[in-house]
């Protein structure tokens, strides 16, 4: 890595800091820390299953809301992978909430034996 590369960019985000503190304040602190916490805290109720399905929408939830937001829209190609990633998610959740009542039934049986 060159060093005149380095000392560039070292520069910029010095720069960056010195001039949007508040933003940089409010982009660590709100859009990540406290969005983990809640992530966190919610996650307790609700199924590993239920909660990779979620993850798995995010890039979707995020075309919704840069197109909202912004005016922002996607390809062709984009769209077509939205589409995948619903489908996936959607074909994955009516598959798993047999299983998961199942499983539910089980596991409730199993506690109720001596």
């Known amino acids: 890595v060159d060093v005149s590369s380095f000392t560039l960019v070292q520069a910029e985000v010095t720069h960056i800091w010195q ?3 508040l933003e ?3 982009l660590s602190g709100v859009t990540t820390a406290l969005a983990n916490y809640i992530q966190t805290r919610a996650q307790q109720n609700v199924t590993a299953e239920r909660a990779s399905i979620i993850y798995a929408m995010d ?3 995020g075309a919704i809301w840069s197109n909202v937001l912004l005016g922002e829209t996607l390809t062709n ?4 992978g939205a589409g995948l990633i619903t489908l996936a998610a959607a074909t994955n959740a009516f598959l798993d909430l047999g299983r998961t009542q199942n499983y539910t039934d089980e ?3 199993a506690a109720s034996q001596p």
Do not use: I, S
């Open 77 to 80: 190609l984009g769209m077509v």
């Open 24 to 26: 940089l304040l409010y």
């Open 19 to 21: 001039d949007h503190p």
């Open 59 to 61: 890039p979707v939830y």
């Open 107 to 109: 596991t409730e049986e």
